[in-house]
């Protein structure tokens, strides 16, 4: 059964500018700009209230098409918030012998030694846009940030170095091993209300 119409809207705060060009959506901010392309669906894209709204519609949508929309609204969400307040990962070392060593090279290649006493150097490049930083072994030990404005590339990064230390062939109840996400926070601090 197709939906008559359907939409879904987003504010934009002051201080970002949103531009829609042929399905492609460029956010600007204080911190940067964020460029995503939406050509994939056959949503219209349109700002409205003077360039501080932007909304999502589809016409005559099938069941498929009415569900993405609010995706492709907390895409552009997620890209507002990034280019205003950043993305910032945390994430811990856990191990029960063998201590883990976590350099940072070049500022983009995270190399992992020591993991389970392996003698190999696990080398992770990160995504285009992200940095990383070991945090001061006195505030807080064995702990990596990651931080960027495009939260796909900070969690995928994230997800990478997690990935590069994966246990294999034990007990992984037992082997508890890794780099976790300990807490997803905003790079800039947001005032509670």
């Known amino acids: 059964m197709k939906v008559l119409h359907s939409s879904e809207s987003c ?4 201080g970002v500018q949103l531009r829609i060009k042929n399905r492609t959506v460029i956010v600007k901010g204080p911190r940067g700009q964020l460029i995503r392309s939406f050509r994939h669906v056959l949503y219209d894209f349109i700002l409205d209230n003077k360039g501080r709204e ?4 589809v016409w ?3 069941k498929n098409d009415v ?7 907390s895409h552009v969400k997620n890209m507002i918030q990034g280019v205003t307040l950043g993305f910032k990962y945390r994430m811990r ?10 350099t940072v090279a070049d500022g983009n290649v995270v190399e992992v030694r020591n993991f389970l006493g392996e003698k190999l150097v696990r080398k992770v490049q990160l995504r285009g846009g992200v940095t990383a930083e070991r945090t001061d072994p006195a505030k807080q030990k064995d702990e990596l940030v990651l931080m960027g404005n ?3 590339k900070v969690s995928q990064s994230a997800a990478d170095i997690h990935q590069s230390c994966l246990v294999k062939n034990k007990d992984i109840r037992k082997f508890l091993d ?13 005032e509670e209300q």
């Open 11 to 14: 504010e934009i705060p002051e």
């Open 54 to 57: 932007f909304r999502c519609e």
């Open 60 to 62: 005559f949508g099938k």
């Open 67 to 73: 569900a993405c929309i609010k995706t492709v609204v």
């Open 93 to 102: 070392f856990a191990y029960a012998h063998f201590p883990i060593n976590v």
């Open 150 to 152: 495009d939260i796909e």
């Open 178 to 190: 890794g780099l976790y996400v300990s807490s997803k926070e905003t790079i800039v601090e947001v």
